[in-house]
């Protein structure tokens, strides 16, 4: 019974996985209609304030649940250090957030809904490659998935003039910013609760987006109004709720397992931007996404790593 319980949970936590990368994967479809009513800044700053206001009743009852649990000083004092490492670690990963988060916003409104999200997944190809600065090695199976993301990339941007898109050059470059925004996530993790993190990176990124908004577009409440659907999605359905979804579901399945499903975030946005807005690719660049599609499965692979 426990046996049959425990592969319940496990299916249990890859379906909310499975929701997850879906709500993430529609919410490219919102961020490319959120475009047509209000600037980048703008609609990053609604987004990642209403992100970080949904986590707040959660932070609350999760804090509630500990104060229960850690009556004693030492358990007091050891969440109070937990709290200050989140709210800094918060706050360096909304700063990479704001940046990367703006390169996406600029190349969604200049490329298509399906070639943004698989050129941003790139990220989990990316990490393993940045993980030389770091002096860790990097297995066969990284250079094999550079190779075949490179290739996808060519075919997925490069027209018959050989030019790259302005769009596809900034969703890239967010795809980079991704990258170093794991890494960050990573050395903090530990030390800190992840909702706090996530919590304070949002307001941390949406406080910036606000102030960039203010100095660079004419934000004016008519536009916001206008777009309040997409921006409810992308704060409320893709910050909110599919960072929750992650955080318990990753407590139960294998994080390789977890990784390859996430990933599916890139397929959700190919069938949403098709479905919803119509938005079709040519076969050249369906190939290309298949081939970037593989090339991120095979760098979460583990390779020569005994059972």
């Not at 932070?59 to 250090?81: L, P, V, Y």
């Not at 530990?190 to 934000?219: H, K, M, W, Y």
């Not at 109004?225 to 990753?250: E, F, I, N, R």
């Not at 499903?261 to 190939?287: H, T």
Request: charge should be positive; glycine fraction near 12%.
């Amino acid at each position: 019974m426990d046996g049959r319980k425990k592969v319940g949970t496990k299916m249990g936590s890859n379906l909310l996985l499975g929701l997850a990368a879906f709500i993430w994967g529609v919410a490219f479809v919102a961020q490319s209609v959120g475009m047509e009513y209000v600037k980048a800044f703008t609609f990053n700053g609604c987004r990642f304030l209403i992100g970080g206001v949904v986590l707040l009743p959660l932070i609350w009852a999760m804090r509630s649940r500990r104060e229960d649990k850690d009556k004693d000083a030492g358990g007091a004092a050891r969440q109070k250090n937990r709290t200050k490492a989140g709210i800094l670690g918060g706050i360096c990963c909304g700063v990479v957030l704001f940046v990367a988060s703006s390169f996406q916003q600029f190349g969604v409104a200049g490329t298509t809904v399906g070639k943004a999200g698989f050129i941003t997944a790139l990220y989990i190809v990316i990490v393993p490659v940045l993980g030389i600065f770091l002096k860790k090695k990097i297995p066969w199976s990284v250079w094999l998935s550079v190779a075949l993301a490179t290739a996808g990339m060519y075919l997925l941007c490069m027209t018959e003039g050989l030019k790259i898109s302005k769009g596809d050059i900034y969703v890239f470059l967010c795809a980079v910013c991704f990258s170093f925004h794991i890494l960050v996530i990573d050395y903090v993790s530990p030390r800190a609760d992840g909702v706090i993190i996530s919590c304070v990176q949002f307001f941390t990124a949406g406080i910036i987006s606000a102030g960039a908004a203010l100095l660079f577009e004419n934000p004016d409440i008519t536009s916001i109004k206008a777009a309040w659907a997409p921006v409810l999605y992308a704060g409320v359905m893709s910050c909110g709720v599919g960072y929750t979804l992650q955080v318990v579901a990753q407590k139960n399945t294998d994080p390789v397992l977890a990784s390859l499903i996430l990933s599916l975030e890139s397929v959700f946005s190919l069938l949403a931007g098709w479905v919803i807005l119509g938005q079709k690719l040519s076969p050249k660049e369906l190939g290309g996404c298949v081939l970037v599609f593989a090339a991120i499965i095979l760098a979460q692979i583990p390779v020569g790593k005994k059972p």
